[in-house]
């Protein structure tokens, strides 16, 4: 049965102790690399010449089939489940409240080791249904049109907890086939984007390996086209990020001088717009060739003049890009305004007539702090006044 359109929990389940990311002792299989999996598998007794074929077959069940319990794993003697359940286990994150937008849009609050808790979002559309994937607890950035950015950084997840995410919202999609029934190949969940909480090239091991989990064919197989990688422009991973990965890359860029981008995404202050561009220009060379996104949240009076459009045009000359207008999400002390629907048409004419395509997205899960830039651990934005907030994003101003 679908959820109903709501703007409250409609899943909350009481806190409980969070589960050791060892599981008690046991090692997670979630999030590990086949090569690792399989030095786990050995460690554990499983003879060598078999161990490569047993990670086929445990991975099919983990990532194609969406299993938690070796007791399934129907195809594996029942001695060895045994014998991987007294040293194993399949966890991922647990899912503590779940909200849905009147927009279809889903945000699951979901907890990880050591009682840390991180959002995730699903937007469903016509053609395709998009999972937005946090990357680290919090952030280290500070955008200061973020509300993300006022949460400091904790830590990095980790692959488990990167694709735990995956794996946790296609059980609430009810998405996982059964075994020895035709595969649906309609997919709820078609796309990530690594857009949520964090930095993800600030967490690049972790991440690549999670997506090199999703994009396996005999698992969750999903296309490198299919999965976007956001940025704020850490540029030395920005090769290693087409060279190890190969996914869509998108870029935070939101301002077309130094010194309004130094405001609003400071990571700037690093790494300039000339020294970002070079590295972008250099990116299409790589195995992937598509077109790079550059994301640009409009802000009222601070970057969404004609004269920012075609500033905007002549930076990224040379570039495969597409240009994503963002109407600003607004949150509770927001140091910004949206422009006005009349100047985000303006803006992206200026660019269309350029030759670039400069869709505007439409703000998904508002009522539900679910769009882009709006997502905070809930706990966080529970111990904090509305004056809490208002002097945080001062400071973050000044």
């Not at 969070?18 to 690399?33: H, I, W």
């Not at 296609?170 to 020895?180: A, K, Q, S, V």
């Not at 495969?320 to 963002?326: C, F, Y």
């Not at 679910?370 to 994003?393: D, F, H, P, Y």
């Amino acid at each position: 049965m679908a959820d109903a359109p709501i703007t409250q929990d409609v899943l909350t389940i009481p806190r409980k102790q969070p589960a050791d990311s060892s599981g008690g002792g046991k090692s997670n299989l979630v999030g590990l690399t086949r090569p690792a999996m399989r030095d786990a598998l050995i460690a554990i007794g499983t003879p060598e010449k078999q161990a490569k074929m047993r990670v086929g077959q445990i991975w099919q069940w983990i990532y194609q089939w969406g299993k938690r319990d070796f007791a399934d794993m129907t195809n594996l003697a029942k001695a060895y489940r045994a014998q991987l359940a007294k040293h194993f286990v399949i966890e991922v994150p647990e899912v503590v409240s779940k909200q849905v937008s009147t927009d279809g849009t889903r945000k699951w609050l979901v907890r990880i080791a050591g009682g840390h808790e991180v959002e995730v979002v699903y937007i469903p559309e016509t053609d395709r249904g998009t999972l937005c994937v946090s990357s680290q607890v919090g952030c280290t950035l500070t955008c200061s049109f973020c509300h993300t950015g006022t949460q400091k950084l904790v830590r990095n997840l980790t692959a488990a907890e990167i694709i735990g995410q995956v794996m946790m919202a296609r059980d609430d999609l009810n998405e996982w086939p059964i075994p020895g029934e035709p595969k649906d190949e309609t997919r709820l969940l078609s796309n990530i984007v690594l857009m949520g909480m964090g930095e993800p090239l600030y967490n690049f091991d972790n991440v690549r390996d999670a997506m090199k989990i999703a994009m396996d064919e005999e698992g969750i197989s999903l296309s490198r086209r299919r999965i976007t990688l956001s940025t704020s422009g850490v540029v030395p991973e920005i090769a290693k990020t087409s060279e190890e990965i190969g996914c869509q890359l998108a870029v935070s860029f939101h301002g077309t001088t130094d010194e309004i981008r130094d405001k609003l995404v400071p990571i700037n202050k690093r790494w300039n717009i000339e020294t970002l561009l070079e590295a972008l220009r250099a990116y299409p060379r790589g195995r992937n060739s598509e077109r790079i996104t550059f994301e640009y949240v409009m802000l009222d009076g601070v970057n969404d003049t004609d004269e920012d459009a075609r500033r905007l045009i002549k930076l990224i000359d040379g570039i495969p890009a597409k240009i994503n207008l963002i109407p600003f999400n607004e949150w509770p002390g927001a140091p910004y305004k949206r422009s006005s629907n009349n100047r985000i048409r303006a803006f992206a004419d200026i660019i269309y007539n350029a030759g670039y395509a400069s869709p505007i997205r439409k703000p998904r899960g508002e009522d539900i702090m679910a769009a882009c830039g709006q997502l905070k651990s809930a706990t966080e934005r529970a111990r904090k006044s509305r004056k809490q907030i208002e002097a945080e994003v001062g400071a973050l101003r000044d």
